[in-house]
């Protein structure tokens, strides 16, 4: 039996409490959506007026130079890439996953074509996360070259799979629905077996699971900021490219920022050497910049703590509602094995919406994916051990009350 004293002898005990200090969260909620959209960081407030009033209002262009806003998506490349296990000069930040996905696919594609020219299969999971597949569809239609895309029911379908002409898979190191957390080396191992290369999605798994893309022999990857990083709504994303592979092909989005001289303003394109030829036009600068803020937090505190720490808090609700809410119909659709479990924790229920909705209006905020999958992020850095006993009561209070029939309930926004 877990107790409410229990919950706050644990956060008594948290050697990660004071990290909330550093997020600015309203009064009063538990805040269980930062796999969506991370929490803000108190100092991003500072450090938007600083670059706003400063480097744009006072030093105007010149902050290109100055402030090195031309350097920008490298010199955070290599602050995020200490949190994925990539060298420095191998990642970049820049433009969004959905984009980041055709770069790298277009790379790793022809880098397949010129070595094994009769594999045309494209992987990816049925329950990616969709952008993913869209991208790879209208990357196969736009080059038209024959490639097909298949889709997997998950990593026991991979084998299977493996034993045709693959050339590239997809494949996100954390399932966004089901919190299902891929065995990275264990994976490339196979793939690579077979001669296909691997490219991950770490939109679920960036800042909420240690990974070394180096050391399981990863060949690219990308990923959000402004989910468990906390670099703010829509904030660019991540890219890596294993170094074996960087300089061997450019990326068909060849615009001046990936040029070896853009200021040459030469007639032809010319990749960078290096991983800045996966960039393409001018940056959201403000934006970006405070993807600092976020990352700067992680980098106090250490991947395994947090790691240690999410799965004490995804075990304690698992096991919360277990203990409190069993008869209520919800089924666990994350891994129990520590192994295979990411950082988020997901049930479905007949009336997950309505249920999810309930609990926004009782201050607990998870969010709702179809099909009737009810999804709570666990962010350790401003999370702690009473905050999943209280979302828990009030998913009980929710369910003994019926107060989820609330018709409202029932009204859909645009975003889900
Ligand atoms: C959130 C998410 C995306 C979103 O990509 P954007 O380009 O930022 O819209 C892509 N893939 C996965 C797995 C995600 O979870």
Request: proline share 4%; with cysteine; net charge negative.
């Amino acid at each position: 039996m877990i107790t409410h004293e229990q919950c706050l002898y644990w956060d008594k005990e948290d050697e990660l409490k004071h990290f909330k200090d550093e997020f600015a969260l309203p009064k009063d909620i538990v805040y269980l959506d930062g796999n969506s959209l991370g929490a803000r960081p108190k100092n991003s407030l500072n450090y938007a007026q600083h670059i706003i009033t400063q480097e744009w209002g006072e030093d105007l262009i010149n902050s290109w130079n100055k402030a090195d806003w031309w350097g920008l998506p490298v010199r955070l490349g290599d602050k995020v890439g200490q949190l994925i296990g990539a060298k420095q000069g191998e990642t970049v930040i820049s433009d969004s996953t959905t984009l980041n996905l055709f770069k790298v696919l277009s790379a790793a594609v022809k880098i397949q074509a010129n070595k094994y020219p009769e594999r045309k299969i494209i992987v990816a999971e049925k329950d990616a996360f969709p952008t993913d597949i869209y991208i790879i569809e209208g990357f196969i239609d736009l080059i038209n070259q024959g490639y097909q895309v298949e889709l997997i029911d998950g990593v026991s379908d991979l084998d299977r799979v493996l034993e045709s002409e693959v050339a590239v898979v997809v494949l996100s190191h954390v399932n966004y629905r089901t919190g299902y957390f891929y065995d990275m080396a264990e994976i490339n191992t196979k793939i690579h077996a077979k001669n296909a290369l691997i490219i991950w999605d770490l939109c679920h798994s960036v800042g909420a699971v240690p990974m070394d893309l180096n050391a399981a022999n990863s060949d690219f990857a990308i990923g959000c900021t402004y989910k468990y990083l906390n670099g703010g709504p829509g904030s660019p994303a991540l890219l890596w490219v294993n170094p074996k592979h960087r300089d061997e092909f450019w990326q068909p989005l060849s615009g001046w920022w990936g040029h070896r001289k853009p200021f040459d303003m030469a007639q032809h394109y010319e990749p960078a050497k290096g991983i800045r030829r996966y960039l393409c036009g001018t940056q959201p600068i403000i934006s970006m910049s405070l993807i600092e803020c976020g990352v700067d937090i992680f980098l106090k505190a250490s991947m395994q703590k947090i790691r240690e720490k999410s799965l004490k808090l995804t075990d304690l609700f698992i096991d919360l509602v277990n203990q409190e809410c069993s008869e209520f119909g919800f089924e666990l659709i994350t891994p129990t094995d520590h192994h295979y479990r990411g950082s988020h924790v997901s049930y479905q229920h007949p009336h997950g919406y309505e249920i999810i909705q309930a609990l926004i209006a009782r201050g607990v905020i998870g969010d709702y994916r179809e099909p009737e999958v009810l999804r709570f992020g666990i962010t350790p850095l401003y999370l702690g051990y009473e905050d999943i006993w209280n979302a828990v009561q009030h998913l009980k209070a929710i369910m003994q009350h019926n107060e989820w029939k609330n018709e409202s309930y029932l009204v859909r926004g645009a975003v889900t």
